[in-house]
């Protein structure tokens, strides 16, 4: 059964001279199913109806034409108006296959899936509005997986499981060992091992703004010369310690350190390395000497 409501709503735009496409879609935007309309239009289309539609038409003009070939065109404004909106829903729709493949790097998934939906919805208005609820659907998608692949890595990266992070953190500590060391024996090739520890240690200082934040869960505070070593204080944020102990961190440092020939070379004159770990807003502790004898 047609419904009265549609039939009306057509009646009256065609009245105002609003083509057929546009009353399609003004049907389909305001939610309208698609079968009522089509079986709306079919009935306006029937003889007997358009004959009684021209009898209703106050103006003689309008009984003179055809109800059903009405097809007044659009301003250029109007015209203007549904292109830009139809274009809009096309980049939404490419942004969403873009962000599909995006995903994969959050730093330009993210605002690649934000801007296509953002065209998407723009686009929902317009005659392309199949295209604007696709493109709706895939910047979602790419939306979810962007910020999931994001979390994983900031959890990996925070709990010390990202290789890539890992890889980069010793390459900073043993740049910048190998700078102090290789600093201290050319301005002093001579010396104790007390005034060497000195002298490193107060290189760093100088060279380093202290605190450093190292990464996620770790920030290096300082760095003091103690009677046989060199040691340096961190404080852990963030991280779950439940399975650390000064063993773990010790097996984790070992290969950095021992690998170093500069700092090698500090362990084989007896000076030592230390490393201070305390737990923010804890009284957790944790500490690791690395000699010698831990890189034969």
Same mark, same amino acid.
């Given at each position: 059964? $047609?419904?009265?409501?549609? #039939?009306?709503?057509?009646? /009256?735009?065609?009245?105002?001279?609003?083509?057929?496409?546009?009353?399609?879609?003004?049907? $389909?935007? @305001?939610?309208?199913?698609? /079968?009522?309309?089509?079986?709306?239009?079919?009935?306006?289309?029937?003889?007997?109806?358009?004959?009684?539609?021209?009898?209703?038409?106050?103006? =003689?003009?309008?009984?003179? /034409? %055809?109800?059903?070939?009405?097809?007044?065109?659009?301003?250029?404004?109007?015209?203007?108006?549904?292109?830009?909106?139809?274009?809009?829903?096309?980049?939404?729709?490419?942004?969403?296959?873009?962000?599909?493949?995006?995903?994969?790097? %959050?730093?330009?998934?993210?605002?690649? &899936?934000?801007?296509? #939906?953002?065209?998407?919805?723009?686009?929902?208005?317009?005659?392309?509005?199949?295209?604007?609820?696709?493109?709706?659907?895939?910047?979602?998608?790419? #939306?979810?997986?962007?910020?999931?692949?994001?979390?994983?890595?900031?959890?990996?990266?925070?709990?010390?499981?990202?290789?890539? $992070?890992?890889?980069?953190?010793?390459?900073?500590?043993?740049?910048? @060992?190998?700078?102090?060391?290789?600093? $201290?024996?050319?301005?002093?090739?001579?010396?104790?091992?007390?005034?060497?520890?000195?002298?490193?240690?107060?290189?760093?200082?100088?060279?380093?703004?202290?605190?450093?934040?190292?990464?996620?869960? &770790?920030?290096?505070? +300082?760095?003091?010369?103690? =009677?046989?070593?060199?040691?340096?204080?961190?404080?852990?944020?963030?991280?779950?310690?439940?399975?650390?102990?000064? +063993?773990?961190?010790?097996?984790? #440092?070992? =290969?950095?350190?021992?690998?170093?020939?500069?700092?090698?070379?500090?362990? +084989?004159?007896?000076?030592?390395?230390?490393?201070?770990?305390?737990?923010?807003?804890?009284?957790?502790?944790?500490?690791?000497?690395?000699?010698?004898? +831990?890189?034969?």
């Amino acid at each position: 059964m $047609v419904n009265q409501q549609i #039939l009306d709503y057509i009646k /009256q735009q065609f009245q105002q001279g609003v083509s057929r496409e546009i009353i399609s879609s003004n049907l $389909v935007f @305001q939610g309208w199913q698609q /079968q009522d309309i089509i079986n709306a239009f079919s009935t306006i289309d029937k003889p007997e109806y358009v004959s009684k539609m021209q009898s209703e038409v106050p103006t =003689p003009e309008s009984s003179t /034409q %055809p109800f059903t070939v009405t097809t007044t065109s659009q301003s250029p404004e109007s015209s203007d108006r549904d292109v830009t909106k139809n274009k809009k829903a096309i980049i939404g729709l490419t942004f969403g296959v873009i962000g599909l493949i995006a995903w994969f790097i %959050p730093l330009f998934g993210l605002p690649i &899936t934000i801007a296509g #939906l953002v065209f998407s919805i723009l686009g929902l208005k317009s005659a392309k509005r199949g295209l604007a609820i696709a493109g709706i659907v895939l910047c979602s998608i790419g #939306l979810l997986a962007s910020v999931v692949n994001a979390s994983i890595g900031a959890y990996m990266g925070a709990t010390g499981q990202n290789s890539l $992070v890992n890889k980069y953190l010793n390459k900073e500590i043993q740049n910048s @060992q190998t700078e102090t060391t290789q600093t $201290v024996q050319t301005d002093n090739n001579s010396g104790s091992k007390s005034e060497l520890i000195n002298q490193i240690v107060q290189v760093v200082k100088n060279q380093t703004t202290l605190p450093m934040q190292i990464d996620q869960t &770790t920030k290096w505070v +300082d760095i003091t010369a103690e =009677p046989s070593a060199i040691r340096y204080h961190y404080i852990l944020s963030s991280i779950d310690t439940n399975n650390m102990t000064n +063993d773990s961190l010790k097996n984790y #440092l070992s =290969p950095s350190i021992c690998q170093n020939e500069d700092t090698k070379d500090l362990l +084989d004159q007896d000076i030592n390395m230390e490393y201070s770990y305390s737990v923010e807003n804890s009284e957790e502790k944790y500490f690791v000497t690395l000699t010698k004898t +831990d890189c034969k």
